[in-house]
């Protein structure tokens, strides 16, 4: 369905370097990483909004450059901000937008607008976040796509709305024929929707892959204060050690049966994974500071 071969690509002043995933037909893929990461600079390479240095993309089999125009005619698309005419009424808005997709379905775009409880009344700008973000996904699913690109669907919305959205996506891939690239800070979503993960830092690819061999493939431990000795230090990803206890994540797993019952072992979440790779990075630049 998608695949990107080392892609490297240079945007404003970030750089996105050597990424590669694959998303086969019929899965979600979670696009996870902190602001600046590269989520949006991939998906806008992706989408051919914004070009690539090196490296492939494909989708459907196609090059995502020759073929644009027929690509995209397949490519369910949410933006994270509305795209729209904001003087224009959601019903005019609509009557532009079914022009460029000539399998646009207006049975199923009637009954999401239903679904969403949409007023077609109101003006796009009158519409709150929650029902902007609907409409969106209305419109990105109304003309039967293979594959949808979301790119922060639920950020800012409310829970109820959140789960309208996974729960139509999880409808949507039932088939086995349709494949879900979804972009969000809210890691809650990706566990409860999500069968890949692709992370990125700094526009850097941490791993893509099955999500379950994600959160399996670390440990948080946790123990008393100062149990963990320098040397040992290296062997976490990020860590934290104060007057109440020490906490890191390791993937180590030697280091764990060594430390016993010393420490308490858990699976991490998906959010505490990306959390002390962040807290890493900034240990590494302390480091690095001091010895300046």
């Known amino acids: 369905m998608l695949k990107v071969k080392n892609l490297n690509a240079k945007y404003s002043k970030f750089r996105l370097n050597d990424i590669s995933l694959e998303l086969p037909r019929g899965y979600v893929m979670g696009l996870i990483g902190e602001n600046g990461a590269g989520k949006t600079t991939l998906i806008k390479l992706i989408m051919d909004l914004i070009r690539r240095e090196s490296g492939e993309i494909e989708i459907f089999g196609l090059d995502n450059i020759k073929n644009g125009p027929e690509i995209r005619e397949k490519i369910g698309f949410v933006y994270d ?98 494949s879900v690239l979804f972009s969000t800070h809210i890691t809650t979503d990706l566990e409860k929707i999500a069968d890949f993960i692709t992370y990125l830092q700094n526009g850097e690819m941490i791993y893509t892959g099955i999500k379950d061999d994600f959160i399996d493939r670390y440990r948080l431990i946790k123990c008393e204060p100062n149990k963990i000795d320098d040397k040992k230090l290296k062997d976490f990803i990020g860590y934290k050690n104060t007057d109440y206890g020490f906490e890191g994540l390791t993937e180590n797993m030697d280091l764990i049966q060594n430390l016993g019952k010393e420490a308490i072992i858990e699976n991490p979440s998906i959010e505490e994974i990306m959390s002390y790779y962040k807290r890493g990075e900034r240990i590494e630049k302390s480091k690095k500071s001091d010895l300046c």
């Open 81 to 178: 901000e509305t795209p729209f005419y904001l003087n224009l009424k959601v019903k005019e808005m609509t009557s532009i937008i079914k022009r460029f997709y000539p399998d646009w379905n207006d049975e199923k775009y009637n009954y999401l607008i239903d679904l969403f409880n949409i007023d077609e009344s109101k003006k796009i700008k009158e519409l709150s976040r929650g029902m902007s973000s609907k409409y969106m996904v209305a419109t990105a699913l109304s003309h039967n796509p293979d594959l949808i690109i979301l790119d922060e669907p639920t950020s800012g919305i409310d829970p109820g709305s959140r789960t309208e959205i996974l729960d139509l996506l999880r409808e949507e891939i039932e088939d086995g024929n349709k």
